[in-house]
T-cell receptor, first 115, second 111 residues
Framework: EAQVTQNPRYLITVTGKKLTVTCSQN?????MSWYRQDPGLGLRQIYY???????DKGDVPEGYKVSRKEKRNFPLILESPSPNQTSLYFC??????????????FGSGTRLTVV | GEDVEQSLFLSVREGDSSVINCTYT??????LYWYKQEPGAGLQLLTY?????DMKQDQRLTVLLNKKDKHLSLRIADTQTGDSAIYFC???????????FGTGTRLKVLA
């Protein structure tokens, strides 16, 4: 089954404790992206990757890191989480054509709480 | 910068048509999309339209694009309780890899 798999689904952590949210896709998509969803703000892009070893900042990259060492994986790293990073996070992947990310396939989301 | 706006809420009666509206600012948008998010789930792509099209129909869904006014709408015919969800419009532009979502419209279908 074509899918994007995120782990964990739920995570409660303490301020300053490094964490990684994993994301893996099995569709051989070039393009992967991380979003956070907050009430009233919709989805805001954190980072995206056009292909292996190619990443770029989205609209809200502060406090986050990513890597793309393999095509299928795109982990999101919070080196020193803070309470304002409490949010619902989505990983998504897409094929690309002429510089456009086509329709996304989304993961099921990771609800992160930082206390 | 580019922006995509939607109204936050819409309530309709079961069996009626729903129309969800979206406006965007980027005149170079190439693709425009509609996604559905059910409670506790990720977003699911419903349909998309190329910017050189005016209309696209897919079963109960009709997408209308007014490029002059930068207005996109999603019409759901014979709305059912299972259509209750948050609907997001999004746009992307050729050559930029940028993909911008609206804030989402929460559709509530009353039985």
């Amino acid at each position: 089954e074509a899918q994007v798999t995120q782990n964990p689904r739920y995570l409660i952590t303490v301020t300053g404790k490094k964490l990684t949210v994993t994301c893996s896709q099995n569709m051989n998509h070039e393009y992967m992206s991380w979003y956070r969803q907050d009430p009233g703000l919709g989805l805001r892009q954190i980072y995206y990757s056009m292909n292996v070893e190619v990443t770029d900042k989205g609209d809200v990259p502060e406090g986050y890191k990513v890597s793309r060492k393999e095509k299928r994986n795109f982990p999101l790293i919070l080196e020193s989480p803070s309470p304002n990073q409490t949010s619902l996070y989505f990983c998504a992947s897409s094929s690309t054509r002429q510089g456009i990310a086509k329709g996304y396939t989304f993961g099921s989301g990771t609800r992160l709480t930082v206390v | 910068g580019e922006d995509v706006e939607q109204s936050l809420f819409l309530s309709v009666r079961e069996g009626d048509s729903s129309v969800i509206n979206c406006t965007y600012t980027d005149s170079s948008s190439t693709y425009l999309y509609w996604y559905k998010q059910e409670p506790g789930a990720g977003l699911q792509l419903l349909t998309y339209i190329f910017s050189n099209m005016d209309m696209k129909q897919d079963q109960r869904l009709t997408v209308l694009l007014n490029k002059k006014d930068k207005h996109l709408s999603l019409r759901i015919a014979d709305t059912q309780t299972g259509d209750s969800a948050i609907y997001f419009c999004a746009e992307s532009t050729s050559g930029t890899y940028k993909y911008i979502f609206g804030t989402g419209t929460r559709l509530k279908v009353l039985a």
